[in-house]
């Protein structure tokens, strides 16, 4: 038995304009499709293999392609508990939670990882860089990453993450800031977001890292 919330397809989930109004009715229609889909893959009990993640979250970017993401009713927005000038909004569908970000010049998230979840990224306005680690190996104290990938998002690019892959990472806007959608996937009920500290790079290349806060 799992605490996911509520699956089921609300009617309005954004405040829109006329003109607007298709782009949200199709939007909503995406991101319904992307939880259901969530939902048969986690009933099917096959979300975690390497696989299946691998294949969701390519259909996830596929999905959202083309989709013009909606911005978010801005009293729903608060600061993101541990970004620089990031400010946040939240909406969870069953095991699915679609994370709206909002960047300010300079905005950042420091590195955290996404443990027991998979996620996909789009960058739907300004740009981001973003640097991205495997775990090689992990304990209660500290994490071994391999060496981190480091890559400049644009609008309209895409990138994700799944148990084995880029599960950590951080993301730092440029001066123009950033809008960002990120579609995050979790597979059991341990799923969580956990921040760290990066220590000095060990001579095999490896990072070691260590707990920040949970966040
Ligand atoms: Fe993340």
Known sequence: MTGFSDTRCPSVLFDVDKETELDASEYQRVICDIAAKAERLQSAGVNQTVEVQEAYVGWVMSRLNN??????DPAGW???PRGENVRVFRHR???VEFCHLKFGSNGSIPYHDH??????????????????????????????L????????????????????????????????AYILDVFTRLNDDACC?????????????????WSQEG
């Open 194 to 210: 956990r921040y760290l500290q990066l220590q000095p790079p060990r001579k095999n290349g490896y990072v070691r890292a260590v």
């Open 93 to 95: 569908m069953g095991s």
């Open 78 to 80: 608060q600061d993101h």
């Open 67 to 72: 989709a013009l993401v909606p911005v978010p």
């Open 115 to 144: 443990c027991d979840s998979n996620g996909v990224m789009r960058v739907v306005e300004g740009s981001v860089a973003s640097s991205s680690f495997n775990i090689v190996e992990q304990s209660s104290a500290n994490m071994t």
């Open 146 to 177: 391999t060496s981190p990938v480091h890559v400049r998002l644009s609008a309209g690019d895409m990138t994700s993450f799944c148990l084995q892959r880029n599960s950590v990472h951080a993301l730092a806007a440029g001066a123009d800031g």
